[in-house]
């Protein structure tokens, strides 16, 4: 059965990772500006921000998510975040907390690397004043690509012989070696093309070997790199030279204690504000705009008030948002994963009695066909058919896209 997409959060000490759970989600990691905090790994439930089915269908105001919600057609979809401790590197080697953090990330879909790009916590995590962020995505990458060497080099002689005499192909007895990181045959597949290495498994050098896993962590471990704490003076330098070195896509810039600061004023009733936005309504805001009693907001003293106002000018006017919400949904578009809706009736788009629609979304990933979202759903319940929207009956074999066999209902029986 296909089981849930799964994104870890990974980085040094004190880059701001705990603080980045904790915007995502309503978990409480231990904070604080010391190395391993983080003492124990931790799955928490984040919220990825998607177009609603109901948005395209105009049902918005009938639209009553089971979990997460739904505002005005952008819904918030539970996905599966897992929280590290803190590496350091030579983890590797068993510095820091050793090769179990990393051995924790081995079943994650995707990562998020949280960097400081402050340059105010050296490489361990410890202040400093000046340190270079772009070495942490070096170092990190190097330590989960010598995990994985490490582990493969101890046994490639064994693993030659044996590829040898079973006359295996070489995607097969890799497959084999990297199932445990939660590969696919078809992973490996794409990174041996990518390569297109001329040489038999058994005449690799050990560059070539090296070669073969980095090319597998870049494929099975996509990741998205969170710039944070983007309000210090020092950071812009080094995200210029950040986004020099990396890929445009796959790096966003965030300030996860905005983010916490603003959901925290929001539920205290102090401000009006929706995860992700740029925008930002006090008291004063919605009586300008013509609401006599100010939304219901509570009156905020002339220093929050200030706080307020800086953090606008700072963080959301400048950069468009915290970021943080972009995160997940820059990990998602890395993954192609794509939002299913199942349904009992695919006329009214209910599942069970009432007016609700859209009740349910799953998430799965790209290339994924009707009949994998049908063993999500249901099991090992056998389905006599399936129906896709407008009642037409859908083959299991179809693929799954945004807008396109993703609103199913499944009919149970033989």
Known sequence: MPRDPLIGLVGKPSSGKSTTLNSLTDASSKVGNFPFTTIDPQRAIGYLQIECACQRLNVSDKCRPNYGGCVEGRRSVPIELLDVAGLVPGAHQGRGLGNKFLDDLRHADALIHVVDVSGTTDAEGKATRGYDPSQDIEWLHSEIVRWVLGNLMQKW???????????????????????????????????????????????????????????????????????NKIDHPDADKNISKIAKMQDPKSIVLCSAISEVFLRRLAKQGYIKYIEGSEFVDMREDLIDMGDPDGGGLKEMDEKLKTRVENLKDMVLYRFGSTGVVQCLSRAAE???????????????????????????????????????????????????????????????????????????????GR
């Not at 939660?182 to 038999?200: F, H, N, Q, W, Y």
């Not at 945004?402 to 499944?410: A, E, N, Q």
């Open 157 to 227: 002689g064994s693993i030659k012989r044996r590829h040898v005499a079973t006359k295996s192909t070489a995607v097969d007895t890799l497959q084999s070696q990297f199932s445990g990181y939660g590969s696919t045959s078809s992973i490996v597949g794409r990174c041996l093309d990518k390569l297109a290495l001329k040489e038999p498994l058994e005449a690799w050098s050990d560059e070539t070997v090296e070669k073969v896993v980095t090319t597998f962590i870049d494929e099975k471990f996509p990741t998205v790199f969170a710039l």
């Open 334 to 412: 890395l993954l192609g994963l794509v939002p299913v809706f199942p349904v009992r009736n695919i006329h009214t788009f209910s599942s069970g009695a009432g007016t609700a629609v859209f009740r349910d979304c799953v998430l799965v990933g790209k290339n994924s066909t009707v009949g994998d979202v049908a063993r999500k759903v249901m099991g090992d319940v056998p389905i006599s058919y399936i129906e896709g929207i407008g009642g037409t009956r859908v083959s299991e074999d179809e693929i799954v896209e945004v807008g396109k066999h993703d609103i199913l209902s499944f009919k149970p």
